[in-house]
């Protein structure tokens, strides 16, 4: 076993799901996948319990799951919005990833990271109602061993991340000039590490681009992209970013954090400073469709973007692709 540092933003252990409260669910819409070890604990259980997770646990070659139910729900949600494994085992019985989220981790080599994910509508209220600026607190966990990456590269992403939150919390800056500032400076580094490989594109994309690749996604809930068609979204004028460029800051920082030192494995930084702007650019053209959004709107608006982008695999691939060889940072920032 080795110690390992584990970094968590200050907001970290405000959250507690919210469970009958929460005015959507983790347990609506997913298949919920259920780890060999928690699959091993619930051969065990008897009962009735037993016998209904037996009739709902299947596998297949990604490994096990539970059906879902009717509405998509999991079998296990019953009407109160209620984990029946959780009231009739307890907490020990949950699996990993029911643990686990909306909290997300990562390696890189000798430190973990640890988050809260957007697409939880508390979690995202912790984040976007936060006072204090982003900043990590340091624990100490144990594990089998440390992942190998490149050490060198991942400290200059770490330099690239401390300018990036520190073009983010100047003042009196508008949100535009700070984004064209972390785009100039995600630009400069991807040209020095691609060298005479570096593809920024040359696109002349416009907001109905950006519209198009969110209707293109496959989404959890139909009822999410007929909103999505329905209302009119428009362009984001510099009066709603700048209006609620606090929420926007606190996005694009969520997203730096969470995935620009992944960067690590593709040394792709680019990209995903990009998928932070578009997150940016969508949200607050959803923003402009309300007018004035109040603060459960925004919040509700925010979680929804996450939950469906950011937790299907299909489509953040479908992000990645158009991010690198679709839209170039000009036309992020022309767009914004
Ligand atoms: S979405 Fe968040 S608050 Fe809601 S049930 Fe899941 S973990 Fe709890």
Redesign the pocket.
């Known amino acids: 076993m080795v110690t390992i540092k584990v970094f968590v933003p200050t907001y970290f252990h405000k959250f507690c799901?919210?469970?009958d409260k929460?005015p959507?669910?983790?347990?609506i819409g997913w298949e919920v996948d259920i780890d060999g070890e928690t699959a091993d604990k619930y051969s065990t259980v008897d009962g009735e319990l037993g016998d209904k997770i037996k009739k709902h646990l299947v596998s297949d070659d990604d490994g096990y799951m539970f059906t879902l139910c009717e509405g998509d729900r999991c079998p296990f949600l019953n009407d109160c919005?209620l984990c029946e494994i959780q009231k009739s085992a307890g907490e020990s019985f949950l699996s990993r990833t029911c643990t686990l989220?909306?909290r997300f981790f990562d390696d890189f080599g000798s430190f973990r990271e640890m988050g809260l994910g957007f697409?939880?509508?508390?979690?995202a209220r912790i984040m976007l109602s936060e006072s204090e600026d982003f900043s990590l607190i340091c624990q100490d966990t144990s594990d089998d061993e440390n992942t190998e990456v490149d050490e060198d590269f991942l400290r200059s992403l770490l330099d690239l991340r401390a300018e990036i939150f520190s073009v983010l919390n100047e003042k009196d800056v508008s949100f535009r000039d700070k984004i064209q500032s972390v785009l100039t400076k995600a630009k400069h580094f991807q040209k020095k590490t691609d060298g005479e490989d570096f593809f920024d594109g040359d696109f002349n994309r416009s907001f109905d681009d950006c519209l198009s690749v969110l209707l293109e996604m496959e989404y959890i809930s139909e009822k999410r992209r007929s909103f999505i068609e329905q209302i009119k979204i428009k362009k984001p004028s510099e009066v709603i970013v700048e209006k609620y460029k606090d929420d926007f800051e606190k996005l694009m920082k969520y997203y730096i954090f969470r995935y620009l030192l992944k960067a690590v494995y593709d040394y792709d930084v680019l990209t995903k400073v990009k998928y932070s702007v578009f997150a940016c650019i969508v949200t607050a053209g959803i923003y402009t469709h309300f007018g004035t959004p109040d603060f459960e709107t925004r919040v509700k608006i925010m979680y929804g973007y996450s939950k469906e982008v950011e937790y299907s695999d299909m489509n953040m691939e479908l992000l990645d692709e158009v991010m690198y060889g679709g839209f170039s940072s000009d036309d992020l920032l022309a767009i914004l």
């Not at 959507?24 to 347990?27: A, F, G, H, T």
């Open positions: 799901c919210i469970a929460c959507d669910s983790c347990c919005k989220f909306p697409a939880c509508p508390e979690a």
